[in-house]
């Protein structure tokens, strides 16, 4: 059973064509193996989002899905944000511009899940915020690391996030 009660019945109708990283032309990017796993960790916050709009749609309390959003949050999104900031990111250094706007997307984010006014206005916001941040990191960011990462530091990223998450894939 999910930890989040309000998102469970969840019954693999998200659509997976919406977070490939897709070319103009339609034809997709091919994900350099060492950053996959950081892949499949947008796709689980991607669900988070789906989630949350398919929800709402439902009716479903926004005050009690914001609540469950932050324990996602907490267990998966801030793990996450910071081994990008502490591994990832540095492979371009912390003041290439693309990296500067990959901190602030993770700083409004934390921002956004701090506030508990206005659940469903909140919760909207995350996942515009979220969902923008993902694209921006599968379509632009992580593409130009993959390009111009030593094979070296691609194996750290692959072997850091191994050690750090265990359990995804």
Not at 14 to 27: A, R
Not at 74 to 96: A, I, R
Request: charged letters at 20%; proline letters at 7%; glycine letters at 2%.
């Amino acid at each position: 059973m999910t930890p989040y009660p309000a998102m469970r019945n969840l019954n693999s109708n998200f659509p997976v064509e919406q977070i490939l990283p897709v070319v103009p032309g339609g034809h997709l990017r091919i994900r350099n193996e060492h950053l996959r796993a950081l892949s499949h960790d947008h796709y689980d916050a991607l669900v988070l989002c789906w989630r949350i709009r398919r929800d709402l749609r439902l009716k479903v309390d926004p005050a009690q899905l914001l609540r469950e959003s932050r324990t996602y949050h907490v267990t998966h999104l801030l793990p996450h944000f910071s081994f990008e900031e502490e591994v990832v990111y540095p492979v371009l250094g912390l003041t290439d511009p693309l990296i500067e706007q990959a901190l602030h997307a993770h700083q409004r984010i934390v921002a956004l899940f701090q506030n508990l006014y206005e659940p469903a206005r909140t919760l909207m916001h995350i996942v515009d915020e979220l969902e923008a941040h993902i694209r921006f990191e599968e379509q632009v960011l992580f593409q130009h690391i993959q390009e111009v990462a030593t094979p070296t530091q691609l194996a750290r990223i692959e072997r850091v996030h191994a050690l750090m998450f265990p359990l995804t894939k």
